[in-house]
């Protein structure tokens, strides 16, 4: 049997990835879903309440992991305009064709949380799954994960705090600080480590 | 003879790698630099005068592209910290070691231009390169592209402008260019469809 270590997944990384589910009717749904490793055959997922996938994922205790890098499945399932003709169906399950793997999951706990951030209160459903079947459709599949961007954009900022000074400056603070949490929330611990590196020598620039 | 295709490199793509040369006395050197892929055998590089890359490559006339993913190359290698330990020999050229590739490339055309963009005018020197013999070190090469890490994060943008207003949806408006430009530069023909899609949803928020 398969497990997410085939699929390229490390325990404690948060990948992006697209999960499609179906309603009541059998009408497929996808949706782009950060789903965080947690162990070899266990994801975790923080959704939406209001959402489809909240809907179909409560009323049928599964779902499908996706794992593609193909921009316009991204685009148009965020946009809710994603096309049947990208759909296959694998037994009583839908997964998107053009996918490099895919996995079932099959829900352990759920449950509402309300929770507070920047942008107000908002009820999200944090769910635990196991994972059933992994169907790898490419020999190498290498799940889409954003730290080593961050690290590249954030030193990118780092080279030319020199250059910038004004509005220009206060933005690179607030993206340096942006990048940074991503960075902790979906990376392993070498990028935190790398990560960490940056905001000190980002530092210096501290009493410019 | 391995070309470019054999580590995953597409026409037209921009990818982030580090670039490797040596000085008059052999001591290597290393920077994160862009280089674009022009065609299976040739790529086109911009350099920022002054550095030690742009004058190792007018000495020798040659460098090394090495393709990798570890944070801590690429944070160490901006910061001119990177340790000798990191590099090995390959004839009379230095690479990475833990890189997934590298190639070896001659210098064909060289150019100094003055170029204005947001920080003044600056000299960049302009190059375009023949690559010379490819080396994989793993069997599946992935090189970075940063094209669907844009449009991942547009999408995040366009499904919070709901949320947003004042300060913050400047902000995003702002990074909602940026990251257009950036995929635009970087990115292959599905990469711009997709962004062109996600700018069309955005300006619906225009008159907001």
């Known amino acids: ?4 270590g085939s699929v390229g997944m490390e325990r404690g990384m948060l990948y992006e990835t697209v999960v499609t589910t179906k309603n009541n009717d059998g009408v ?3 949706a782009p879903i950060g789903v965080t490793c947690k162990d070899k055959n266990e994801i975790v997922l923080y959704l939406h309440q209001g959402s489809h996938t ?3 994922i409560k009323a049928e205790g599964r779902f499908v992991v996706n794992i593609l890098k193909d921009p316009i499945v991204f685009v148009e399932s965020t946009l809710g305009n994603l ?3 990208y759909f296959d169906q694998y037994w009583d399950d839908f997964y998107i ?3 490099d793997a895919f996995f079932t999951a099959n829900v352990i706990h759920i449950r509402d949380v309300e929770r507070e951030d920047q942008f107000g209160v908002s009820t999200t459903t944090v769910l635990r799954a196991k994972v059933d079947q992994v169907i790898k459709k490419s020999e190498h599949v290498e799940p889409l994960n954003r730290a080593i961007y961050g690290v590249i954009e954030a030193l990118v900022y780092l080279t030319r705090m020199d250059m910038v000074s004004g509005d220009m400056e206060k933005l690179y603070r607030h ?4 990048i940074s949490r991503i960075v902790n929330k979906v990376g392993g611990s070498e990028h935190k480590k790398a990560m960490k590196k940056i905001s000190e020598a980002f530092s210096k620039y501290d009493d410019k």
């Open 1 to 4: 049997m398969l497990d997410l």
């Open 28 to 30: 497929p749904n996808a």
């Open 54 to 56: 909240v809907k179909n």
């Open 83 to 85: 096309s049947k003709d």
């Open 97 to 99: 064709k053009d996918s």
């Open 175 to 178: 993206r340096m600080n942006e």
